[in-house]
């Protein structure tokens, strides 16, 4: 529990520091000072400054999800408003409950006067989560048409799911929106596996190639954030 809870801090403070911009002396600490690390980062960088009570109560909130779960039920009991909805399913999806999550992203999506997007890919990555594919690509067939849908998530989720459920060349077709150099490297190897498994060895070899060639232009930083992939992409290709 002590390390998945570390790796999930690890991975916050990495986001907020690309996300922010902040100086990339910090990660270097993150990386190998994971817990000091992670909490000068958070109290100095993304708590609020001159604030203790601020600092304490998010220290709070990012170490233990219960408390901020906890804080947005109790709100959502006073105001039971869409926003107050979606936050709290938004918290649930954080903290892995995806069950929770799509609960109350539904009853969210209930009402009829919103229509928002960002909380339907919610939804979808929480069914996906829970590998409940026909539900992913009941919510992603509406979506094909929405201006956010290529820039989503959505494209690959919903390709994976008509994958396994036997709809090949549909996947196919979607998950080429995803291929887009020097971005999306670990859903371009899934595609790269779809490719294998299709027996679609010229494809699956270029798309290998590819990401091969831009993994060896990457940043030292880079390379280490994603030191699983290239190795997953090495022992693919030493495979063909």
């Not at 922010?20 to 000068?40: E, H």
């Not at 709809?167 to 929106?177: D, G, I, M, V, Y």
Request: hydrophobic share 40%.
């Amino acid at each position: 529990m002590y390390f998945y809870f570390i790796i999930a801090f690890q991975a916050f403070c990495i986001y907020h520091l690309f996300k922010n911009r902040k100086s990339f002396y910090w990660i270097l600490a993150i990386i190998f000072l994971p817990l000091v690390g992670c909490l000068a980062y958070l109290v100095t960088q993304v708590s609020t400054k001159g604030n203790p009570d601020k600092i304490q109560d998010n220290i709070k909130k990012r170490i233990n999800p219960s408390n901020k779960i906890k804080a947005l039920e109790e709100k959502l009991d006073f105001a039971d408003t869409y926003l107050n909805r979606v936050n709290l399913a938004d918290a649930y999806f954080e903290s892995n409950d995806y069950n929770k999550a799509i609960e109350h992203y539904n009853v969210a999506l209930a009402d009829k006067t919103q229509n928002d997007f960002f909380v339907i890919e919610h939804l979808v990555k929480s069914y996906y989560h829970i590998k409940d594919y026909d539900q992913v690509i009941s919510l992603s067939e509406g979506l094909e048409n929405h201006r956010e849908f290529e820039k989503s998530e959505v494209p690959f989720l919903y390709g994976m799911a008509l994958a396994e459920k036997g709809r090949t060349e549909e996947a196919e077709k979607l998950l080429k929106l995803i291929d887009r150099p020097y971005s999306n490297y670990n859903e371009r190897v899934a595609f790269s596996k779809l490719l294998l498994k299709s027996n679609k060895l010229n494809d699956a070899k270029a798309l290998l190639k590819d990401l091969q060639e831009e993994m060896q232009n990457m940043t030292k930083m880079n390379q280490s954030i994603y030191r699983d992939t290239i190795l997953e992409v090495e022992k693919l290709n030493s495979g063909l």
